[in-house]
């Protein structure tokens, strides 16, 4: 207990509100949103009997501004009954594909809520200008890893996480091997097809368990995984962007890429033999059109 009463891991506001409590979330990203999981664990007889759920886009030049923000709301959840210590998932029923990255959320007329999730998926907001270098292998900019050889000791989606991390478990290490010829690999989505300039493969953290050599090879395929492509056994439909080369302990390391003349949609970043790596960034020139050349 506390003076203001029980301490709970959750949102619980005070009572006898003549209307309703609201609360502001700025979304990590803004993204495309399909639905909702409203909790209200562990309020058991102090839930909130209703909720409903708005979202709004706010520019980045606004939010630069450090002005009052001026939300344009839409309702996308209207009000809904909630059940005390219950998960309640709710479903758009005509989600849109448009970028939202606030949420507020309403609960009637006051009580508690434990969780708030959002589900839903990246909508890159990129610069107007098509000649800005952008990071198309970040996770903001809608890049996703649609294949790993292995995530032994954590996951090759963090690979494309912002910051540099914050120890190996934020990074991507595989399990060691020991057969001759072995290799390790993931492949990334771009979040925008581009003609591509340099790499940075950053091995923070990984002092005894880096990779001896890495390689990133690029394609263009329409495939969510590039390996479904009918052409992905065909002679050159991998390109080499960066070849083998040996990497060092704890450092970034900055590799020029090239060809730089056509695009490409999907990145395969290679180990010899195994190991792991913190940060994958593949920085280039988004374009609108999926050709080649």
């Known amino acids: 207990m506390e003076k203001t009463g029980a301490w709970f891991d959750g949102w619980e ?42 979202v709004a886009f706010v520019s980045g030049e606004a939010l630069a501004t450090g002005d009052d923000i001026n939300y344009e709301w839409k309702e996308v959840l209207p009000k809904v009954e ?16 448009a970028p939202y990255n ?3 959320i309403n609960q009637y007329p006051d009580g508690g809520i434990t969780r708030f999730r959002v589900y839903g998926g990246i909508v ?27 995530d032994d000791f954590a ?16 990074g991507w290490e595989t399990k060691r091997s020991r057969t001759p010829g072995h290799i390790d690999y993931l492949i990334v989505k771009l979040g925008a097809p581009g003609r591509l300039e340099r790499a940075i493969f950053d091995t923070l953290h990984f002092r005894g368990n880096f990779p001896a ?3 990133k090879e690029a394609c263009n395929s329409q495939e969510e995984n590039p390996d479904n492509d009918p052409a992905a056994n065909q002679e050159g439909f991998w390109t080499t962007v960066s ?9 970034e390391h900055e590799w020029n890429l090239s060809p730089k003349d056509k695009v490409f949609t999907h ?11 913190t940060r994958l960034r593949i920085y280039g020139y988004r374009v609108r059109s999926m050709n080649l050349e």
């Open 102 to 104: 606030f949420v507020g």
């Open 267 to 277: 990145v395969h970043a290679t180990l010899y033999p195994n190991g792991g790596f």
């Open 124 to 150: 890159p907001v990129f610069p107007e200008d098509k000649n800005e270098l952008v990071d198309l292998a970040y996770v903001g900019n809608g890049a996703r890893v649609v294949v790993s050889s292995n």
């Open 213 to 215: 050599q890495a390689s």
């Open 155 to 170: 996951p090759a989606s963090n690979v494309i996480l912002p910051t540099r991390g914050e120890n190996m478990g934020d």
């Open 13 to 54: 506001n005070r009572r006898h509100n003549p209307d309703h409590d609201w609360a502001i979330i700025q979304l990590a990203f803004a993204g495309s949103i399909v639905g909702f999981d409203i909790d209200t664990a562990h309020f058991t007889r102090n839930h909130a009997p209703a909720a409903s759920v708005d």
């Open 82 to 97: 909630l059940q005390p210590t219950s998960k309640h998932y709710f479903v758009l029923d005509n989600p849109d594909n």
């Open 243 to 251: 070849p083998r080369q040996k990497t060092a302990a704890d450092v």
